[in-house]
């Protein structure tokens, strides 16, 4: 069974950082592309952040130049380094799998297929 | 960044109706759009992918159309766990993003 199990939320004050953990069962982090999504209370989806099985990896301009998306072959996890943390950080962060998935050859599309249950980012004073 | 808008934001509805979400996308994305479903309190869960292509396991009471810049999730005969939050999210560019979201309520 294929299951991400997000850690490391916690209630941190403006200016400070937390680093997210995202630890993969049933699947390669090394193999696949996986990425970060946060939800505010009573908000929408936010995509965040992306690293492709080559290593690659793109931010979206919210977090661009404070957050950092990595991951460790070793511990098969993939982690969200955030720093300079502001109040509308506050959210639910999400791990999630992006998957090719089948069409009609030759072409193919990519989804969020596999979710984690999430951890809670709280900043405040 | 490719921004997507979705419409309505919200609709009331009740069990048996048809319902449409639609999503408009700033540029063309070809068929690269993915729906997803949220229920309260739940994780977002993949509905349809590449536009019109059902994700395994959902039921076929549920569909996307669409290319290019707009596109449409159909829940036919609404059941009472399709009360929920609806998702559109463009796969297109490296920056993927979501739009708003529209709930679906009685």
């Known amino acids: 069974e294929i299951q991400l199990v997000e850690t490391g939320g916690n209630l941190v004050q403006p200016g400070e950082s937390l680093r997210l953990s995202c630890a993969a069962s049933?699947?390669?982090?090394?193999?696949?592309?996986m990425t970060w999504v946060r939800q505010a209370a009573g908000k929408g989806l936010e995509w965040i952040s992306i690293?492709?099985?080559?290593?690659?990896?793109y931010t979206g301009d919210s977090v661009k130049g404070r957050f950092t998306i990595s991951r460790d072959e070793s511990n098969n996890s993939v982690y969200l380094q955030m720093q300079s943390l502001r109040a509308e950080d506050t959210a639910v962060y999400y791990c999630?799998?992006?998957?090719?998935?089948?069409?009609?050859?030759?072409?193919?599309?990519?989804?969020?297929?596999?979710w984690g249950q999430g951890t809670t980012v709280l900043v405040s004073s | 960044d490719i921004q997507m808008t979705q419409s309505p934001s919200s609709l009331s509805a009740s069990v048996g109706d048809r319902v449409t979400i639609t999503c408009r996308a700033s540029?063309?994305?070809?068929?690269?759009l993915n729906w997803y479903q949220q229920q309260p309190g739940k994780v977002p869960k993949l509905l349809v992918y590449?536009?019109?292509r059902l994700q395994d396991g959902v039921p076929s009471r549920f569909s996307g159309t669409g290319s290019g810049t707009d596109f449409a999730l159909t829940i036919t005969s609404l059941q009472p766990e399709d009360f929920a939050f609806y998702y559109c999210?463009?796969?297109?560019?490296?920056?993927?993003?979501f739009g708003g979201g529209t709930k679906v309520e009685v």
């Open positions: 690293i492709y099985s080559d290593g690659r990896t």
């Open positions: 999210q463009q796969s297109y560019s490296k920056w993927l993003t």
């Open positions: 049933g699947l390669t982090v090394s193999s696949i592309d």
């Open positions: 590449g536009a019109a």
């Open positions: 999630a799998r992006r998957k090719k998935l089948p069409a009609t050859a030759p072409y193919f599309y990519y989804a969020l297929d596999v």
């Open positions: 540029q063309n994305i070809a068929t690269s």
